[in-house]
C-alpha cells in the first residue's frame, strides 16, 4: 500500500493545525507583541524555511485585524511585514548563495513530492529576480525562491529591488485585508491561498502578455517607416 499521500495528507493536517493554534495565541497578545511576531514570522519564512510550515502571512493578516481593532496602527504592521520580509529574503538568499546545492537538502521530503521545489526552481530560471516577486504570493515559493535565487547566481542588487518591491506589495495588501476583514478574518484566512494562487497566475499571465507584445513590436520598430 502506497502511504505517500496519507503521509502527506497528514502534513497538512498537522500544519493547518499550527497556523488555527497560532492565530487564536496572536489576536490575544499584547500590541507590541504582535508587530514583533508581524516582524519575525515572515523573517523567518526563507531563512529558516520556517513559511514550509506556517506562512508569514498568517501573521500579517492577523495583525491587520489587531489594528482593526484600534489595538496598533495600520503602518506599524505594514512596516514590520515589509522589514521581516525584506531581512528574512536577503538571509535566504546568502545561505543559498553560500551554501548552494546543499540547501536543498534541508528542505522537507513531502515538500519536494509536492513538486513545489522544482516548481521553484523552474521559476527562478525562467524569471530571474522577478520570481521573488511573483513567489512571494505563494506560501512555498516565498520560503524557497530567495535560496534557490541565490544558489543560482541571480544578481544581489537585482534580487534586493525585487524583494523590496515585491515584499511592500505583499505585506501592504495582506495587513489592508486584515484590516479590512476586522473579525471575519477566519474566512479571510481561509481564502487567502487560493486569493493569493489567483493573483500569482493573473501576474504570469500579464507577464507572459507583456513579453509576446514586446517580442511582435520589435521587427517593425525596426522598419525604416
Given amino acids: 500500500m502506497d502511504t505517500t499521500g496519507l503521509l502527506d495528507a497528514?502534513?497538512?493536517e498537522?500544519?493547518?493545525?499550527?497556523?488555527?493554534v497560532l492565530v487564536d495565541a496572536i489576536v490575544g497578545m499584547p500590541?507590541?507583541?504582535?508587530?514583533?511576531l508581524v516582524f519575525a514570522l515572515p523573517a523567518l519564512e526563507?531563512?529558516?524555511?520556517?513559511g514550509l510550515v506556517v506562512p508569514g502571512e498568517t501573521a500579517v493578516l492577523v495583525g491587520g485585524v489587531v489594528?482593526?481593532?484600534?489595538?496598533?496602527p495600520l503602518w506599524a504592521v505594514i512596516v514590520a511585514g515589509v522589514a521581516g520580509a525584506a531581512v528574512g529574503d536577503q538571509i535566504g538568499y546568502?545561505?543559498?548563495?553560500?551554501?548552494g546545492d546543499a540547501l536543498l537538502a534541508r528542505v522537507p521530503a513531502r515538500v519536494r513530492r509536492s513538486g513545489e521545489l522544482d516548481r521553484a526552481i523552474g521559476l527562478v530560471r525562467r524569471r530571474g529576480a522577478m520570481a521573488v516577486v511573483i513567489g512571494r504570493w505563494a506560501a512555498a515559493l516565498r520560503a524557497l525562491v530567495p535560496g534557490i535565487a541565490g544558489m543560482s547566481g541571480v544578481?544581489?542588487?537585482r534580487f534586493t529591488v525585487a524583494n523590496m518591491a515585491g515584499g511592500a506589495l505583499w505585506a501592504g495588501a495582506v495587513a489592508v485585508l486584515g484590516f479590512a476583514a476586522g473579525a471575519s478574518y477566519r474566512a479571510l484566512e481561509a481564502q487567502l491561498n487560493l486569493g493569493a494562487e489567483i493573483l500569482l497566475g493573473v501576474i504570469l499571465v500579464g507577464a507572459v502578455g507583456w513579453v509576446w507584445w514586446s517580442r511582435?513590436?520589435?521587427?517593425s520598430a525596426g522598419d525604416p517607416g
Fill in 10 to 12: 497528514g502534513g497538512r
Fill in 14 to 20: 498537522a500544519d493547518d493545525e499550527v497556523v488555527n
Fill in 31 to 36: 500590541p507590541w507583541l504582535v508587530v514583533v
Fill in 46 to 50: 526563507a531563512s529558516a524555511f520556517v
Fill in 67 to 72: 489594528a482593526h481593532g484600534g489595538g496598533l
Fill in 94 to 99: 546568502l545561505v543559498g548563495r553560500r551554501y
Fill in 155 to 157: 544578481p544581489r542588487t
Fill in 216 to 219: 511582435r513590436r520589435s521587427p
